[in-house]
Nanobody, 124 residues
Framework: QVQLVESGGGLVQAGGSLRLSCAVSGRTFSSVIMGWFRQAPGKEREFVAAVRWSTGNTGDAESVKGRCTISRDNANNTVYLQMNSLKAEDTAVYYC?????????????????WGQGTQVTVSS
């Protein structure tokens, strides 16, 4: 298992930017996929973006495509989510998650470890 700690959330005006960080510690595996999810009040947790740790290959949701970029820093065991052109509908708690395995899935139930979340609030 790995331990995940998110940071970087906050209050930002619409059109602004934030960079979320996820510090990864504990046992890691080469075949791990790191993901970002978000959950707004009254809504289900949804996939935002993911990166395969070994190759850096990424994927993201249509709702954030062109506005969010996921990346990982192997040397510092950190995963980032750069969010630009933020909208009010991006307001949510953002979670970092890890999936152990080769297959690419984006459902929350397919991820094994979770951080505690960081709040992002976008004011319009």
């Amino acid at each position: 298992q790995v331990q995940l700690v998110e940071s970087g959330g906050g209050l930002v005006q619409a059109g602004g930017s934030l960079r979320l960080s996820c510090a990864v510690s504990g046992r890691t595996f080469s075949s791990v996929i790191m993901g970002w999810f978000r959950q707004a009040p009254g809504k289900e947790r949804e996939f935002v973006a993911a990166v395969r740790w070994s190759t850096g290959n990424t994927g993201d949701a249509e709702s954030v495509k062109g506005r969010c970029t996921i990346s990982r820093d192997n040397a510092n065991n950190t995963v980032y989510l750069q969010m630009n052109s933020l909208k009010a509908e991006d307001t949510a708690v953002y979670y970092c998650a890890a999936r152990y395995g080769f297959n690419w899935y984006t459902r929350p139930q397919d991820f094994d470890s979770w951080g505690q979340g960081t709040q992002v609030t976008v004011s319009s």
